[in-house]
Nanobody
Framework: VQLVESGGGLVQPGGSLRLSCAAS????????MRWYRQAPGKARELVAA????????NYADAVKGRFTISRDNAKNTDWLQMNSLKPEDTAMYYC?????????WGQGTQVTVSS
């Protein structure tokens, strides 16, 4: 089982990034996909989620209207489009797949928002 994130980097405030999470080794379509982030000295927090059924998405209040989660089950990939980035969005971003009690994590990709 692998979840591999990519797309992080350094961006100026107001800029955009698109994170990708490539999955392998499990039935991707059966899992809800989530993105978490963890800033230094802070707890890991849920940023966005995309359910496995019905296309239901949820977002943390801090990112609503700026971030969009999407998935393509045929490509075993999901994405997090991040617009209007703010310095407080700086964190390590992790991809997560969950089904019942089974949870998989990626290794993370760093996002730094700074001028």
């Amino acid at each position: 089982v692998q979840l591999v994130e990519s797309g992080g980097g350094l961006v100026q405030p107001g800029g955009s990034l698109r994170l990708s999470c490539a999955a392998s080794g499990f039935t991707f379509s059966s899992y809800a996909m989530r993105w978490y982030r963890q800033a230094p000295g802070k707890a890991r927090e849920l940023v966005a989620a995309f359910g496995s059924v019905g296309g239901i998405t949820n977002y943390a209040d801090a990112v609503k209207g700026r971030f969009t989660i999407s998935r393509d089950n045929a490509k075993n990939t999901d994405w997090l489009q991040m617009n209007s980035l703010k310095p407080e969005d700086t964190a390590m971003y992790y991809c997560n797949a969950i089904r019942s009690r089974i949870i998989y994590w990626g290794q993370g990709t760093q996002v730094t928002v700074s001028s």
